[in-house]
């Protein structure tokens, strides 16, 4: 499995970015997808998912209202559009693939169960 992560970089608080998640049709339809981020210093976080059992994006209290998942079926691709961006949100941004199943992977060891991950990509938000 293989994800390419890209559309980071630098940006000021109150802007945006897209981040996308490319990958084959074989693991895009096959597993649920999401974004995490890990910031310098702290574990690795539950940002946003889909799941395809029930065809609904998820979202960390954190970036509800402000980030939408989103995913374009015919390129195999999961996005990531941040708006009205913090300096809280600086951290390197990872999709990943698995089957989530009834629980999203919001705890700590249920992110390290993950078995599939892109490379990250890093986003700056400057005050």
């Known amino acids: 499995v293989q994800l390419q992560a890209s559309g980071g970089g630098l940006v000021q608080a109150g802007g945006s970015l897209r981040l996308s998640c490319a990958t084959s049709e074989r693991t895009f339809s096959s597993y649920d997808m999401g974004w995490f981020r890990q910031a310098p210093g702290k574990e690795r976080e539950f940002v946003a998912a889909f799941r395809w059992s029930d065809d609904t994006p998820y979202y960390a209290d954190s970036v509800k209202g402000r980030f939408t998942i989103s995913r374009h079926n015919a390129k195999n691709t999961v996005y990531l559009q941040m708006n009205s961006l913090k300096p809280e949100d600086t951290a390197v941004y990872y999709c990943?693939?698995?089957?989530?199943?009834?629980?999203?992977?919001?705890?700590?060891?249920?992110?390290?169960?993950?078995?599939?991950w892109g490379q990250g990509t890093l986003v700056t938000v400057s005050s």
């Open positions: 990943a693939a698995d089957r989530f199943g009834d629980r999203l992977p919001t705890t700590t060891q249920a992110i390290r169960d993950i078995r599939y």
